[in-house]
Nanobody, 121 residues
Framework: QVQLVESGGGLVQAGGSLRLSCVFSGRTFSSYAMGWFRQAPGKEREFVAAISWSGSMTYYADSVKGRFTISRDNAKNTVYLQMNSLKPEDTAVYYC??????????????WGQGTQVTVSS
């Protein structure tokens, strides 16, 4: 079974930065597209960013474009989300997602447990 474990969340002030990590296990990591989603209280889970199996292609939600960067290290079975210029509206639980093909949206049925990101004014 595929397992995904996120880490790196925390409390930061507006304008600050965080780097989230998601470690993949159970299958061949390099064969999966990887993505990040987030969910704030009272809101639907929304797409944030995704990256192809090779790392050569990326997608970003308009709300984070220019501020967030998704990357992956296949040797470490890890996908990252570098978040800069954080805003209070970025506050949410961030989830890692894995699936067979890169797309803007849910990539597959594999999810991590989530990591909390809180951005204060």
């Amino acid at each position: 079974q595929v397992q995904l474990v996120e880490s790196g969340g925390g409390l930061v002030q507006a304008g600050g930065s965080l780097r989230l990590s998601c470690v993949f296990s159970g299958r061949t990591f390099s064969s999966y597209a990887m993505g990040w989603f987030r969910q704030a209280p009272g809101k639907e889970r929304e797409f944030v960013a995704a990256i192809s199996w090779s790392g050569s292609m990326t997608y970003y939600a308009d709300s984070v474009k220019g501020r967030f960067t998704i990357s992956r290290d296949n040797a470490k079975n890890t996908v990252y989300l570098q978040m800069n210029s954080l805003k209070p509206e970025d506050t949410a639980v961030y989830y890692c997602n894995a699936g067979p093909r890169l797309r803007i949206g849910i990539l597959g049925d594999y999810w991590g447990q989530g990591t909390q990101v809180t951005v204060s004014s």
